[in-house]
């Protein structure tokens, strides 16, 4: 079976700054994908990023960009320049390749705040 | 980007009524999926479908039911709603093919009540 934990239950930035999502995961699939997805108030899911278990470079999609550490198990996003509407649900999911873990993973979520 | 509908976008209705939500995607994917989510939780899946006549239960059990008689189509049904049932339901879709980078196009919810 596959995991995604998210540790950080709420996250605070000052506008302008950057801010780290944390996200590590568990999976014996040897090829997988790892995806960040944001879910403002109104409650629709926004794809935001991928990163291929294979790919040599971290993933970047604008202000987004994915940490990807393969040997720690971890794929943490990074929002430079934050804006207020960043403020925000975030999840991080996966998904393997064979089984049951073709199916989309999902962790349980970073609120993030954006002061201004 | 792909166009998934659900309607309706809220729902209140009184305990043991049947309730249909609805689900359209506009870009011919094969695949399409029931999420459950509760408030500041994470989705869980409920149903997923491969194609047409094809139906699957997802990881968290629940008292559902969904059909697939159309590729476009896929409604979502409560035989006899209750309080348990509430929580914001996500349809999504995908294209056909099993990869790794297979990316999920949802909706905008349906946040269903039940009093």
């Known amino acids: 079976a596959q995991k995604i934990t998210q540790t950080q239950p709420g996250m605070f930035v000052q506008e302008k700054e950057a801010v780290t999502l944390d996200c590590t995961y568990d999976?014996?699939?040897?090829?997988?994908?790892l995806f960040w997805y944001k879910q403002p108030s109104s409650g629709e899911m926004i794809f935001l990023i991928y990163?291929?278990?294979?790919?040599?470079q971290n993933a970047t999609e604008g202000r987004y960009s994915l940490n990807f550490q393969k040997a720690r198990k971890s794929a943490n996003l990074v929002i430079s320049a934050s804006q207020l509407g960043d403020s925000a649900m975030y999840f991080c999911?996966?998904?393997?390749?064979?089984?049951?873990?073709?199916?989309?993973?999902f962790g349980s979520g970073t609120q993030l705040t954006v002061l201004p | 980007e792909a166009d998934i509908y659900q309607t309706p976008r809220y729902l209140v209705i009184g305990t043991g009524k049947k309730i249909t939500l609805e689900c359209s995607q506009t870009?011919?994917?094969?695949?399409m999926y029931w999420y459950q989510q509760d408030p500041g939780m994470e989705l869980h899946l409920i149903h997923y479908?491969?194609?047409?006549?094809?139906?699957e239960k997802g990881d968290l059990s629940s008292e559902s039911t969904v059909s697939r008689i159309r590729t476009e189509h896929f409604p979502l049904t409560l035989e006899s709603a209750r309080p348990s049932h509430t929580s914001q339901y996500l349809c999504?879709?995908?294209?056909?093919?099993?990869?790794?980078?297979?990316?999920?196009?949802f909706g905008s919810g349906t946040q269903l009540s039940v009093l």
């Open positions: 999504a879709s995908s294209e056909e093919g099993w990869t790794a980078n297979e990316k999920l196009f």
């Open positions: 999976t014996s699939d040897p090829s997988y994908g």
């Open positions: 990163q291929g278990s294979y790919d040599q």
């Open positions: 999911a996966m998904r393997g390749v064979s089984g049951s873990a073709r199916q989309l993973t």
């Open positions: 870009m011919g994917h094969d695949k």
């Open positions: 479908s491969y194609g047409v006549n094809s139906t």
